[in-house]
Nanobody
Framework: QLQASGGGLVQAGESLRLSCAASGLTFRDATLAWFRQAPGKDRVFVAGIRWNRNTNYADSVKGRFTISRDNAKNTVYLQMNSLEPEDTAVYYC???????????????????WGQGTQVTVSS
């Protein structure tokens, strides 16, 4: 089970940190990722972190967002800086196992999904 939190309403240029707490899975072995879905659009990959802490980012968030994990707390984070109105979406965390590096951005590779948390960025 995954439980996402930390969303909210902010102004452009501000920051937010999303958290996703996991239970009932072998967290240290999991590949963890954040996806987002804007109104009327498909869900898309934002960032991922593998068991060895290698990270991937969508081009649209590189240099602004940072994904990290705390295996002791079974939690994955998404630090979002310099937020833009285009970042407005519902953000979902996901966990999967035995993903190869090239599969990290692929949503169908993840077995577990959180419920989503709304991020709204006003201009």
């Amino acid at each position: 089970q995954l439980q996402a939190s930390g969303g909210g309403l902010v102004q452009a240029g501000e920051s937010l940190r999303l958290s996703c707490a996991a239970s009932g899975l072998t967290f240290r072995d999991a590949t963890l990722a954040w996806f987002r879905q804007a109104p009327g659009k498909d869900r898309v990959f934002v960032a991922g972190i593998r068991w060895n802490r290698n990270t991937n980012y969508a081009d649209s968030v590189k240099g602004r967002f940072t994904i990290s994990r705390d295996n002791a707390k079974n939690t994955v984070y998404l630090q979002m800086n310099s937020l833009e109105p285009e970042d407005t979406a519902v953000y979902y965390c996901a966990a999967g196992f035995r993903l190869i590096a090239s599969s990290v951005p692929l949503g169908d590779q993840y077995e577990y999904w959180g419920q989503g948390t709304q991020v709204t960025v006003s201009s």
